[in-house]
């Protein structure tokens, strides 16, 4: 061999590429099956100098069953077998990641299987044979000797894992074929993504191609292919980004945007390429860094950076579509009916290219809250489930699924009860819309005369839209933040400003109250480093990082200035702890107002600043501030996590402290007081504002503005049409009297004793503590 690729052999050592070769042709010579599985376990053996080499198959019910070895006990062949999770090889299985251990018996997964032999062997590395994102097998190697494994060494095993799971997954060893589930209904918990219930047929993710040639023949006719495949797939995304669909501005154009810049990157082209010339076919190479990738960022602690892996996949699925165009994509077929989608990740992108008709929910074996498909699909309103463990393991094209994206858990194949049920829940939660839908116009005001302003919450344009559809009379809480979350460089005032006038005009005529950008927390900004904090809910977000770094304050609040345009502007600010911190604030403000009216800025036609009370420490100083301030808000979610000093996600601590608790009664209490002192208004607008039962008692209590979700508004107002709120109001003084307790089921008997609503007793029932 000459030229090119002769030379490109000899320096890497073509060490990688002749081994690969050596492993095709046994796999594509005579004999049966099972001898060609023998002389493959031989043949790594020598290739990386190991004394044992092992191949596990996968059976049905996720069982392993060695069914090739060199250096263990032949007579254990096709009689050891374990469960996934079970022992190192079932640990490798059921996590599909890959372990190189130099003291594999001290490890605490290790379990010791005596007719294998194998007690005799210390160093222990494996690897996962996956194909199509399914685990088929584990492939062993090891030594007697404590020996650590190269990152080289794990490298070249899993290369050779592709190649073997092509022999294992065509069912060419008995037992082999894909068995998911049996048949058997199964239900997965996972993780919400977006809310909301749908039925329908499981349709695999489309872009899945089966890669039929792994070890290259050409090198440079590889790189080539691979270069052509880049650029047909940036011509296909720029067209994409350009479409009508996607032109106007929003959120999900700065989620595509920074897509369209992961793809261009330089590093994992770098890598593939490297892969190329190891001897990796150009789609065996995209599929190889596609799974280091993923193995390499599912390790990383922080949840923003690794979702981000989803992009990563998006993009190297396309990749492998312009590589391979005449093949078939699995997953294809269309079922009959509806569909539920279902993959391991998503891209923002890639759920626009299902008929959004037919497409009623998604499941995903990874993604959080987090996501970047969350936005799209929550524009859509399409429900997803995400986090849900050995998802492609359990589901076939076809099986009827139901995604309940409210409890965050998919049933698979579920029997024709639970089917029955869902559809009916389905059917109900229709026709609970239309009753709500048909009091969209009428005031929330109850029978004693009490008028309640009922505002909505929202983050994205689409939020805003639904307004007049569900009855709001305004955005009381508009997030601010996303479109800082979802790019890699911070969004200059131009940007912020396309997109605050693009709420504002939405809304039309209907207020809408501004947050300043409330980051850091669970939320980190990608624009700027976060150093680690031990409780980072208590550490440098929100208002602190705007005192401390003005200009990205002073930025919004310049593009808040600019897009009201002569309109009324509500700002008001986030995590409020002293009274001087929101002076400090409101100053940048005024100091933008100056800007404004020296450069011939049209200023806004009224200013109102308020203050977020979320943090215990302004409460004491709640009159101080209420006379600062020109209205007031209360993040009942923060405020109460941080007064009972318990985290609200953590699953021990979520329910343990009731936010109708006597304690947080009088804190809400003062707060109302202190407002109603100063001559300000003061509006609720944590989740306990959109919960009927807590709504009716802040009414109670003298608020007379909530701010909620959408979907809340109709059973909240339909709660105050049905309520006597000067009566509850006397009852709560009554039960002031009673020993400290949860007020939560003496207020649902006395409202249940009184017929509080046929429509919405059900919701006061149901309501979580």
């Not at 005579?30 to 023998?38: K, N, V």
């Not at 980072?536 to 345009?565: C, E, F, K, N, T």
């Amino acid at each position: 061999m000459t030229g090119p690729s002769a030379s490109r052999d000899a320096g890497r050592g073509g060490g990688p590429r002749l081994m690969l070769r050596h492993l095709r042709d046994v796999m594509a010579g005579g004999g049966t099956p099972q001898d060609r599985l023998d002389s493959t376990v031989k043949v790594i053996t020598g290739a990386l100098g190991a004394e044992v080499c092992s191949i596990y198959v996968r059976r049905s019910g996720n069982l392993l069953e060695l069914c090739a070895t060199e250096g263990l006990n032949r007579e254990a062949v096709y009689r050891t077998r374990m469960r996934f999770g079970e022992g190192l090889v079932g640990h490798i299985a059921e996590t599909g990641r890959s372990i190189a251990l130099a003291d594999a018996q001290n490890h605490p997964k290790f379990a010791y299987f005596p007719e294998t032999g194998e007690e005799i062997y210390h160093s222990l590395m494996g690897v996962p044979i996956r194909r199509l994102d399914r685990v088929h097998g584990v492939l062993v190697i090891q030594h007697t000797t404590a020996r650590e494994y190269t990152e080289e060494e794990v490298e070249s095993l899993e290369t050779l894992a592709m190649v073997l799971a092509e022999m294992i997954s065509g069912g060419d060893i008995p037992g082999s074929a894909q068995n998911r589930g049996e048949g058997t209904p199964v239900r997965i918990a996972g993780t919400r993504i977006t809310g909301g219930m749908a039925v329908g047929r499981a349709r695999l993710h489309r872009p899945r191609i089966v890669i039929r040639r792994v070890v290259a023949e050409d090198p440079d006719d590889e790189l080539r292919r691979l270069n052509d495949a880049h650029s047909a797939m940036h011509d296909a995304l720029d067209k994409l980004l350009d479409s009508t669909a996607l032109a106007a501005a929003g959120e999900h154009r700065e989620v595509l945007e920074t897509y369209r810049v992961i793809a261009s990157d330089a590093g994992w082209i770098g890598r593939i390429r490297e892969a190329i010339l190891d001897g990796l076919t150009a789609e065996a190479a995209v599929q190889r860094v596609r799974d280091d990738t993923r193995a390499r960022m599912a390790r990383v602690e922080d949840a923003y950076i690794r979702e981000r892996l989803t992009d990563f996949e998006d993009v190297a699925l396309r990749l492998l579509q312009h590589l391979s165009p005449e093949s078939d994509p699995v997953g294809e077929a269309e079922p009959e009916g509806d569909w539920i989608l279902i993959a391991r990740s998503l891209g923002p992108a890639e759920i626009l290219d299902y008929d959004p008709t037919r497409l009623k929910g998604v499941a995903l074996e990874e993604g959080s809250a987090t996501a970047h498909v969350a936005i799209v699909a929550r524009a859509l309103d399409i429900p997803v489930v995400g986090g849900l463990t050995n998802l492609l393991g359990e589901v076939e094209p076809g099986d009827p699924l139901i995604v309940d994206g409210n409890h965050a858990q998919v049933f698979v194949r579920p029997g024709e009860d639970a089917h029955a049920l869902f559809r009916a829940s389905i059917a109900a939660r229709t026709s609970e819309r239309a009753h709500y839908a048909a009091l969209r116009d009428r005031p929330a005001i109850s029978p004693d005369g009490i008028a309640m302003t009922l505002l909505m919450n929202a983050g994205l344009l689409i939020d805003v839209a639904q307004v007049p559809v569900v009855g709001a009379e305004g955005v009381g809480l508009y997030r601010t933040e996303i479109p800082f979350l979802v790019r890699r460089e911070y969004p200059d005032v131009e940007a912020q400003t396309a997109l605050y006038r693009q709420v504002l005009i939405s809304a039309g005529d209907k207020p809408v109250t501004f947050r300043t950008l409330d980051a850091g927390g669970d939320k980190r900004l990608p624009s700027f480093a976060h150093e680690p904090e031990e409780n980072p809910a208590l550490g440098w977000r929100a208002l602190r990082i705007g005192l401390d770094v003005p200009s990205l304050l002073r930025q919004q609040m310049r593009a808040l200035i600019q897009a009201a345009d002569g309109r009324t502007l509500r700002v008001m600010m986030p995590m409020v702890t002293t009274v001087e911190e929101f002076r400090t604030a409101r100053s940048f403000l005024d100091l933008e107002l100056e800007r404004a009216e020296a450069r011939g800025v049209r200023t806004p036609q009224s200013v109102a600043v308020g203050a977020m009370v979320e943090v215990p420490a302004i409460v004491l100083a709640i009159e101080s501030l209420a006379r600062e301030a020109d209205f007031l808000s209360i993040g009942s979610n923060d405020l109460h996590q941080f007064l009972y000093a318990a985290d609200r996600g953590g699953e021990r601590m979520a329910g343990r402290y009731d936010s109708l608790d006597p304690v947080f009664l009088d804190v809400l209490r003062r707060i109302q007081q202190a407002g109603s002192a100063a001559g300000i208004p003061v509006t609720v607008c944590g989740e306990m504002a959109g919960r009927p039962l807590e709504a009716l008692v802040l009414a109670a209590l003298g608020y007379r503005s909530l701010s909620m979700s959408a979907v809340s508004i109709g059973p909240v107002k339909e709660a105050i049409l049905n309520t006597n709120i000067s009566e509850l109001s006397l009852f709560l003084e009554f039960l002031n009297k009673l020993p400290s307790s949860s007020r939560r089921n003496h207020l649902k008997n006395y409202l249940a004793e009184r017929r509080f609503s046929d429509g919405t007793t059900h919701a006061l029932a149901s309501t979580p503590n």
